[in-house]
T-cell receptor
Framework: LAKTTQPISMDSYEGQEVNITCSHNNIATNDYITWYQQFPSQGPRFIIQ???TKVTNEVASLFIPADRKSSTLSLPRVSLSDTAVYYC??????????????FGGGTRVLVKP | DADVTQTPRNRITKTGKRIMLECSQT?????MYWYRQDPGLGLRLIYY???????NKGEISDGYSVSRQAQAKFSLSLESAIPNQTALYFC?????????????FGSGTQLSVL
């Protein structure tokens, strides 16, 4: 399983863009990169998933360089409610492989007024 | 996710007691999982089940057992609870029919073993 490294914590202010970079030097050919968000006392929630280049949805963008050894989750114009822990996962999510995604320690993002 | 329900939400027990945590889901997913989360750490996989007849150990299965009573129900048991099993436990489901398989989590059960 590919190991991931991400910052332990980040502080930001309302209205700013938050970028969290995750390193995954040993990512395998079939591995996807998935990000989850977790609020206190709740289970993690899927945010975004990608394989290469850029993926964007209504919540975030995910930037993946050509070598795929890292990825950056971008949260545009954060609000106080975006304060949470963000997990970067790397693994093969395809049905035949089963769920092989492993959670690391996550990045604790604190959005200040 | 309200479609994945865990009971109880909180439980305090004593060392040596048998405890069962229950999970039920209305998402119709075949795959179910039990994770454990310790303060400041990520989630670690305890057991997972890809269908009613399938049970698999995860990273940290020692001291735990599971039962998949039906597609919608997956319970986790601590046969003889010990203090280092104090943690937040999450049940999750996923749908193998999707190419980008996602996990859907319950709200968790906070277990304290004294």
């Amino acid at each position: 399983l590919a190991k991931t490294t991400q910052p332990i914590s980040m502080d930001s202010y309302e209205g700013q863009e938050v970028n969290i970079t995750c390193s995954h030097n040993n990512i395998a050919t079939n591995d996807y990169i998935t990000w989850y968000q977790q609020f206190p006392s709740q289970g993690p929630r899927f945010i975004i998933q990608g394989y290469k280049t850029k993926v964007t949805n209504e919540v975030a963008s995910l930037f993946i360089p050509a070598d795929r050894k890292s990825s950056t989750l971008s949260l545009p114009r954060v609000s106080l409610s975006d304060t949470a822990v963000y997990y970067c996962l790397v693994g093969d999510p395809l049905p035949a492989a089963g769920n092989k995604l492993t959670f690391g320690g996550g990045t604790r993002v604190l959005v200040k007024p | 996710d309200a479609d994945v329900t865990q009971t109880p939400r909180n439980r305090i027990t004593k060392t040596g007691k048998r405890i069962m945590l229950e999970c039920s889901q209305t998402k119709g997913h075949d795959r179910m999982y039990w994770y454990r989360q310790d303060p400041g750490l990520g989630l670690r996989l305890i057991y997972y089940s890809f269908d009613v007849k399938d049970i698999n150990k995860g990273e940290i299965s020692d001291g735990y057992s599971v039962s998949r009573q039906a597609q919608a129900k997956f319970s986790l048991s601590l046969e003889s609870a010990i203090p280092n099993q104090t943690a937040l436990y999450f049940c999750a489901t996923s749908d193998p029919g999707q190419n980008n398989e996602k996990l859907f989590f319950g709200s968790g059960t906070q277990l304290s073993v004294l």
